[in-house]
């Protein structure tokens, strides 16, 4: 039961990150970067599609794979394991 509580609020706490991410690329007064990189890392714990994405993303760019690793240990390191590459 409490699992499934956390991963609905990962997923929720994780999109709610991703859609202020994209409203931050349109308008001009936030980076929304900044909002996007931690909502797919959220999201990659929970959504396979997306943490496929993200081990592509993170080979072809090594400064994102930096930044997700950050966000990572931030927030315990359960995001996309590591292993998994």
Request: charged content about 25%; proline content about 7%.
């Amino acid at each position: 039961m409490r699992e499934s509580v956390l991963k609905g609020l990962r997923v929720a706490g994780g999109a709610t990150l991703v859609l202020i991410g994209l409203a931050g690329l349109v308008l001009p007064i936030m980076p929304g970067w900044l909002f996007v990189i931690p909502g797919l890392v959220l999201l990659s714990a929970d959504v396979p599609a997306i943490r496929r994405r993200l081990r592509y993303l993170e080979r072809r760019y090594p400064w994102l794979r930096q930044m997700m690793d950050k966000v990572r240990r931030k927030r315990g390191g359960n995001g996309a394991p590591r292993d998994e590459r």
